[in-house]
């Protein structure tokens, strides 16, 4: 088979961003599977990209931002002669969309309803998610769209509930990690070293909590079900980024959580902080698929994850993670406190590590070849 000419359409890299270690780390991988890939973003920086095409208009606001880039990127894949075009952008014309952030609509949902009236009605006025909205209906009802990559069965639904879309144009391919950079074996050569810099003694157990966007990915609710589980050899470590920090950190100082309760900012490397933690966590209120679980599961370490996250699709409740109702903070409590009897088992880890082997990159990389060779 001819070497399938793909351009990869995403915006920006940034270091912490899932789609971003996406696109970083499916490229290579693409490389070895037989397509010939061509990345066009605003910026080289980060990628490792063999071949680039650089789309950087001017813009000022998110909107702007958003418009000008799909405007730009449109016309830039229109001028070579690629077989595919996968964007991982709402920019209507596309052959192939992956759907990594899931679909805005759902989102703004399930904002709505769990929001007091001003923040209904700031959602209702703000013009970006207006625009957003009916860039991601265009796409997905637009002639051109040949298939979307699902990363989980969640958005697969989501999106045949919502838009006027075949149904056999949607392609569930779940996430790819990769086996090697992220293994138990990492984990055991960094623990040591991460606890005491940590500073934390060898009976804490330390919960894990990696994403930006805090809100969404459910960090009150985890910090709620610290108080609740009222053990203070638990811990809660949080990686990652969000301009409501503050609120969050108060939170913690108001539940007497006092210094369990860690906020160690954004890591281009989040591998020490596995290694240092014994369980992951991540009770999102809507989440497509975080890399992030799989990472976790990758190095042998067990994941309490949402019912509204894509990884509930994979993780086997009791083997290696647990599933719990992103709303019930009592029952996270209870699971965080299981968790801590099923950690001294050696299993654990065994069993974690097992769910994340059936999801190599190499396997995605493949599946994702497979399938441009059809279209």
Not at 53 to 80: I, K, M, T, Y
Request: charged share 25%; proline share 5%; glycine share 8%.
């Amino acid at each position: 088979m001819k070497r399938v000419k793909l351009a990869v359409v995403r915006q920006r890299y940034n270091p912490y961003g899932g789609a971003e270690r996406f696109v970083s780390r499916a490229l290579p991988a693409l490389e070895r599977a037989g397509v010939e890939a061509t990345l066009i973003s605003r910026n080289a920086t980060g990628w490792g990209a063999r071949r680039m095409l650089r789309v950087d208009p001017f813009h000022v606001g998110n909107l702007w931002r958003d418009w000008s880039f799909a405007r730009a990127a449109r016309a830039a894949w229109r001028r070579e002669a690629f077989d595919v075009v996968q964007s991982h952008e709402r920019i209507p014309g596309c052959d192939v969309y992956r759907a990594g952030d899931g679909v805005h609509r759902r989102w703004l949902e399930l904002r709505r309803a769990a929001a007091g009236p001003l923040e209904r009605l700031g959602i209702v006025l703000n013009p970006y998610h207006r625009y957003v909205c009916r860039a991601e209906k265009r796409m997905f009802e637009h002639a051109r769209l040949r298939a979307v990559i699902c990363n989980s069965r969640m958005v697969q639904d989501q999106i045949k509930r919502g838009f006027r879309i075949a149904p056999e144009k949607l392609h569930v391919i779940y996430n790819g990690v990769d086996l090697e950079q992220f293994h138990p074996r990492r984990r055991e050569s960094l623990r040591g070293a991460a606890r005491t810099e940590l500073g934390c003694s060898p009976r804490d157990t330390l919960f894990l909590f990696v994403g930006s966007g805090f809100a969404r990915k459910g960090l009150g609710a985890a910090i709620d079900a610290l108080a609740q589980a009222a053990n203070d050899s638990f811990w809660l470590l949080v990686v990652g980024q969000d301009r409501e920090e503050r609120r969050f950190t108060e939170q913690a100082r108001r539940a007497g959580l006092g210094n369990r309760v860690r906020f160690l900012g954004a890591r281009e490397d989040v591998r020490p902080y596995y290694a240092a933690a014994d369980c992951f966590i991540l009770p999102s209120r809507y989440d497509p698929f975080p890399n992030t679980v799989l990472e976790a599961l990758a190095m042998g370490l067990p994941a309490i994850v949402s019912s509204r996250c894509g990884a509930a699709e994979v993780v086997q409740h009791g083997k290696g993670g647990w599933i719990c109702d992103p709303d019930d903070v009592p029952g996270i409590a209870r699971l965080m406190h299981e968790a801590d009897r099923a950690l001294r088992s050696p299993d654990a880890i065994a069993a974690a590590r097992a769910t994340a082997e059936r999801f190599g990159i190499d396997a995605m990389a493949a599946k994702l070849a497979e399938l441009y060779g059809a279209l």
